[in-house]
């Protein structure tokens, strides 16, 4: 097995799209129940018109298609390899976009990601997070044993962890073997070895001890600090010790390009820049996943520090294409408007979220918002924003937001609707959280 740069299959997505809509799918109108997915594109809805019941869960087609276009350029580019983590939008149809645009595999955290992904038949996948559940790397070994085509890439960063996946093996008394990367971590970070001796000791414990197991690289996960200096320092540390990991395992892998997979949504073209110092010899798979929606708050703060430290950037920047649509609900008191929308439809886990424009109630018209308009707080389904003195909304009128951590948005949607430039409705995204 190789972990092959060449494409796969077209995903399996009819049986999602032929799923009905379900009564009180949220973001949809009250009518749509019982619709097929693949027919919302075909009602000519439009947003603005109003036709959609909000709040609504809107991903810009035209964002969509540049963001996608925009990363599979850079990594062509880098002679690097994407394989974006499916966590953040859980929608095998944006998964489909991400493949067809040249992403060589998918990025699973938990057993219910691989079993969703292998029920669309993805066929590549790397499994970022320490598998400890015997059961599931049982179904693991299963899979690898029914389809020759599939290819799976684990992490361990401890023996127990190399020997629960290599008895799952034994136990099914299979000759296929478990691709594994030794998993290096930072001091106060997440899952992985701290230092490069524990991480050469248990790889040389792989090739001697555990032959039902294949040692193809190091693996590491930079994206638990700040965009400050400091969070840079820790980056580069960590990236350091990739490097000296990777070339002291480097005799143990036999594949002739050791992986080296890192890379989040945050630092990547840092990864990058550092890793391509080390010349060729290198598999370097960058794992970012929040690319393709990008955001107003976290992400678009990053890429603008990212244009100030360092030499390396995406040109032209990611565009935020995920939006929640609400509405003015109550102006009850001078300076404060409330909007339908609340934690049960957007992130607020790294910020809260952005007003970035309104549309008049009974019109098309979108006008921006600037920063006196701000959320204060979130309940559970109310938005408190803080409005100028004077100001043009009223009760009825339409206002989206921007969000910080697409990820904790596409988990509080069934489904999202893709628009085109004047919100015209052109898809539905169906999420399986």
């Known amino acids: ?104 595999a998918l990025t699973a955290a938990t057993p219910a990601h691989i079993a969703l992904y292998r029920s669309v038949g993805v066929s590549r996948i790397i499994y970022a997070n320490q598998l400890v559940d015997r059961p599931v790397a049982a179904f693991l070994v299963a899979e690898l044993i029914a389809d020759p085509q599939f290819e799976l890439l684990c992490l361990v960063d401890s023996l127990p962890s190399a020997q629960l996946l290599a008895k799952a093996v034994r136990d099914a008394g299979s000759k296929v073997r478990i691709d594994v990367l030794i998993e290096v971590g930072m001091a106060g970070g997440r899952t992985g070895l701290r230092t490069v001796a524990e991480a050469e000791a248990l790889a040389r414990l792989i090739a001697s001890e555990l032959p039902e197991l294949r040692l193809r690289g190091v693996e590491a996960f930079e994206g638990v600090v700040g965009f400050d200096a400091a969070g840079r320092a820790k980056v580069d540390g960590l990236l350091d010790a990739v490097v000296q990991v990777t070339r002291a395992i480097r005799p143990l892998v036999p594949a002739a390009d050791p992986i080296i997979s890192a890379g989040g949504s945050a630092f990547f073209p840092w990864v990058v820049e550092r890793l391509r110092r080390e010349g060729p010899g290198f598999d370097i798979i960058l794992r970012s996943g929040c690319y393709l929606a990008h955001d107003h708050g976290m992400y678009s703060a990053g890429q603008a520090s990212a244009h100030c430290h360092q030499s390396l950037w995406l040109d032209p920047p990611l565009e935020p294409a995920l939006e929640i649509w609400a509405q003015v609900q109550s102006l009850p008191e001078p300076g404060f408007a409330y909007l339908n929308v609340g934690k049960r439809d957007i992130s607020h886990d790294a910020g809260l979220p952005l007003p970035i424009k309104w549309s008049p109630q009974g019109t098309r018209e979108i006008r921006p918002l600037n920063g006196d308009y701000r959320i204060l707080q979130l309940n559970d389904q109310h938005a408190f924003m803080a409005v100028p003195a004077t100001h043009p909304l009223e009760v009825g009128d339409r206002v989206a937001l921007g969000c910080s951590h697409p990820c904790t948005t596409f988990d509080k949607w069934r489904v999202l609707l893709v628009t085109d430039d004047e919100y015209g409705i052109v898809e539905g995204i169906a999420t399986c959280f």
């Open 1 to 104: 097995m190789t972990f092959r740069h060449t494409g796969m299959r077209p995903l399996r997505l009819d049986g999602l799209l032929e799923q009905p809509i379900a009564v009180g799918t949220k973001g949809l109108p009250l009518r749509a129940a019982g619709l097929r997915l693949r027919e919302i594109g075909r009602q000519n809805w439009n947003l603005l018109a109003g036709d959609v019941t909000l709040p609504a869960a809107v991903l810009r087609d035209s964002a969509l298609r540049h963001n996608s276009a925009t990363m599979s350029a850079f990594v062509r580019t880098q002679g690097v390899s994407l394989a974006p983590h499916g966590k953040t939008t859980m929608a095998p149809q944006l998964f489909q976009r991400q493949l067809a645009d040249g992403a060589r």
